[in-house]
C-alpha cells in the first residue's frame, strides 16, 4: 500500500497529471463556481446587448410614426383654404343663379314700369311670367321643359347632399351638374314626348282611363326613366358597364316601390286635372322631392361600391404581404 501511494505521489510530481481515478473522487469547487460566473456573466451580457437592440429598433419606429405638428399644420391649412374657397365658388354660383332668376321674374313688365309702384310689380309679375311661360311652351316646348328639369334636377341633387348632412354651400358641384344635365339633355324632352304618346295611348274619356294611366306610368315609364337615369349617371361617373349595370340591378325593384309611395296620389292631379302641355311643370314641382330620393339612393350606392373595392383592395394587398 505504501508503494501504492508513493507510486502515484512519484507519477503526480513527475508527470504533472492526476491520475483518473483520483480526478474523478477529487472536487475542485472554486473552479466550479468561477465557471459558473464566467457563463452567469455572458448570459447577462447577451441579455444587455438584445434589449440594447431592441431598444434601439423601437425608438427608430416611434421615431418614423411620431406625430410632427410642424409637418401636419401645412397639410391642415391647406385643407382649410381648399374648403373656404370651394364654400365661396359655391355661394357665388347659388348668389348669381337666384340674382338671375329673380331679376328675370320682377323684371318681366319693364318695359311698362314707368309710374308703376313697388306693389304694383310685385302684383302683376306671377301672372305676366305664366303668359310668357305659356307662350315659350307654344313655341318652343321642347326647350322649355328641358331647361326647367335642369333646373328642377339641379335643385334636387342640392337638397339631396343638404339632407345628406353636408353644410349648404359645401356641395357637390361635379354631381349637381350630373344631375342638372340628365334632367336637362333627358328628363325634359322624352317626358314632353311620352305624355303625348300617353294621350294617343289611352284616347277615352271613361271614368277608368285616369287609373290606366297612372298604372302605366308607375310601370311601364317608371322603369325606363329609372333604368335611363342610372345608366347616364354612371357613364358620367366613368363606372364601366358592369358597375351600371349592377347598380341598376340593385336599384331597380326597390325604386319602383318607392315610386308607389309617391307618385300615383300626384298623377291622379297630373291625368286628372292638368292638362297636357302643363303637367310637366306640376310635374316637376314633385320631381324635387322625387330627385332628392333618387339621388341620394344612386350616391349611397356609388360610394358603398367604390368603399368596398377600396376595403378588398386593401385585403388582397395585406394576403399578399403576409
Known amino acids: 500500500m505504501a508503494s501504492l501511494c508513493c507510486s502515484t505521489t512519484t507519477t503526480i510530481i513527475f508527470s504533472g497529471k492526476i491520475p483518473p481515478p483520483i480526478r474523478k473522487h477529487t472536487q475542485f469547487p472554486k473552479l466550479n463556481r468561477l465557471k459558473t460566473q464566467k457563463q452567469s456573466i455572458t448570459e447577462r451580457r447577451r441579455l444587455i446587448v438584445g434589449s440594447i437592440i431592441e431598444d434601439r429598433e423601437a425608438i427608430d419606429v416611434k421615431k418614423s410614426d411620431t406625430f410632427d405638428p410642424q409637418q401636419e399644420e401645412p397639410k391642415e391649412v391647406d385643407r382649410d383654404s381648399d374648403r373656404l374657397m370651394s364654400r365661396g365658388i359655391n355661394a357665388a354660383i347659388v348668389l348669381a343663379a337666384g340674382t338671375v332668376a329673380v331679376t328675370k321674374l320682377l323684371s318681366i313688365d319693364h318695359d311698362y314700369w314707368h309710374g308703376w309702384t313697388l306693389y304694383e310689380i310685385l302684383r302683376y309679375a306671377p301672372e305676366h ?11 318652343n316646348p321642347v326647350l322649355a321643359k328641358m331647361a326647367i328639369s335642369g333646373v328642377v334636377y339641379s335643385l334636387g ?40 304618346f300617353c294621350e294617343a ?29 342610372y345608366t347616364v349617371l354612371g357613364l358620367l361617373r366613368f363606372q364601366s358597364p ?30 286628372g286635372v292638368i292638362p297636357v302641355d302643363q303637367r310637366l311643370l306640376w310635374v316637376d314641382c314633385i320631381e324635387l322631392i322625387w330627385v332628392t330620393i333618387l339621388s341620394t339612393y344612386s350616391n349611397e350606392k356609388a360610394e358603398a361600391q367604390t368603399t368596398g373595392e377600396t376595403n378588398s383592395t386593401t385585403e388582397l394587398f395585406c394576403t399578399s404581404q403576409d
Open 129 to 139: 311670367n305664366w303668359v310668357a311661360y305659356e307662350q315659350i311652351l307654344k313655341t
Open 157 to 196: 341633387d342640392w337638397i339631396a347632399q343638404c339632407y345628406e348632412g353636408k353644410p349648404l354651400f359645401e356641395f357637390d358641384r361635379t354631381r349637381v351638374l350630373r344631375s342638372g344635365l340628365v334632367g336637362f339633355t333627358l328628363h325634359g324632352s322624352l317626358s314632353h314626348y311620352y305624355y303625348q
Open 201 to 229: 295611348l289611352f284616347p277615352f274619356q271613361d271614368w277608368w282611363v285616369v287609373p290606366a294611366k297612372v298604372a302605366f306610368d308607375q310601370t311601364v315609364w317608371s322603369a325606363i326613366w329609372n333604368t335611363i337615369y
Open 242 to 271: 358592369d358597375k351600371v349595370f349592377g347598380e341598376i340591378k340593385t336599384t331597380f325593384w326597390p325604386m319602383i316601390t318607392a315610386g308607389w309611395k309617391l307618385w300615383p296620389l300626384a298623377h291622379l292631379v297630373t291625368y
